[in-house]
């Protein structure tokens, strides 16, 4: 009867208990859910920096620029209507 009185299953050991293993399953599992937007919408931000610099790079210092001029096809001026 000694035998019996031990949990059936298998060892856990290092591995840690049930509990532990579904919470860091769980936090992994949302750090990926949360991070991959993020990290889509850091990538459209830097884009967007980068071609407002490198439009203003191209119409020079003062942000005067032509539609037919500008590499994007728009004006440098961010306060332009229309």
Do not use: E
Not at 35 to 50: E, I, M, S, T, Y
Not at 69 to 80: E, F, K
């Amino acid at each position: 009867m000694k035998g019996l009185a031990r949990y059936p299953g298998p060892r856990l050991g290092r591995r840690g208990t049930v509990r532990l293993r579904m919470t860091l399953w769980n936090v992994a599992t949302l750090a990926l859910i949360v991070g991959a937007p993020g990290g889509v919408a850091r990538n459209k931000v830097l884009a967007d920096l980068f071609a407002t610099v490198r439009v203003r790079a191209h119409c020079g210092v003062a942000g005067y620029c032509t539609q037919s001029s500008s590499p994007l096809g728009g004006t440098a001026d961010p306060d332009a209507n229309g």
